[in-house]
């Protein structure tokens, strides 16, 4: 995970949220919440909040999609209903799935392996802690392991959100030798899987 820079505001939101408050996210304007993830994918760089893997701009309800995103809400819904609209606490995860030949539409990994799961002492929130990429490593087998910053914390985060799951773990074994061949060709946005990468000194 990287840390997310929340001061460039999504003004549309901003400006339906004080005219027309819905009083829960099944009653958000569907063009206002487009409008609002795309904002929110591009203040990411393109990529997961959580995974980094890199996500497709997303048009519609996205139904054809290999990769899929939706607005994820760091502090869960249920648990803080209050911050249901708070854009500091809103972000962009994948679906935790690919739809592949070995991959179907199981929900492993990201906000969908989370669900509900926060504990606030221990999450490490993307949005909040500006040294986050510090509490992780990488090796070049394409595994993400805790750092000696706090490996309770960074434990938590890998297994809540299946940071190791093994179509993450093939995904940045890709990457890495995409890049060591010169291989690897982003048009916007960043690299995916930004941190293991900078980690590697194999981008600037």
Request: glycine letters at 4%; one cysteine or more.
């Amino acid at each position: 995970m990287r840390y997310i820079d929340k001061s460039n505001r999504c003004l549309q939101f901003d400006e339906y949220i004080q005219q027309y408050p819905p009083s829960s996210w099944e009653e958000f304007d569907g063009d206002i919440k487009l409008t609002l993830h795309q904002h929110l994918w591009c203040e990411q760089g393109e990529l997961c909040i959580y995974c980094q893997q890199r996500l497709p701009p997303k048009e519609g309800k996205q139904a054809s999609a290999e990769i899929r995103s939706h607005i994820e809400h760091i502090r869960p819904q249920k648990m803080f209903p209050l911050l249901i609209f708070v854009y500091e606490n809103l972000s962009v995860s994948c679906e935790g799935f690919i739809n592949n030949y070995r991959y179907h539409s199981k929900k492993e990994f990201c906000e969908h392996c989370k669900g509900d799961k926060y504990d606030e002492t221990t999450f490490l929130n993307p949005v909040e802690l500006q040294d986050i990429e510090s509490y992780f490593e990488y090796n070049a087998e394409g595994y993400v392991c805790p750092s000696s910053k706090d490996k309770v914390r960074a434990e938590y985060m890998i297994k809540i959100l299946c940071l190791n799951h093994e179509w993450l773990i093939e995904e940045r074994k890709l990457v890495l030798d995409a890049v060591a061949h010169n291989q690897l060709e982003i048009n916007s946005g960043l690299p995916p899987f930004y941190s293991m990468l900078k980690q590697f000194s194999l981008i600037d």
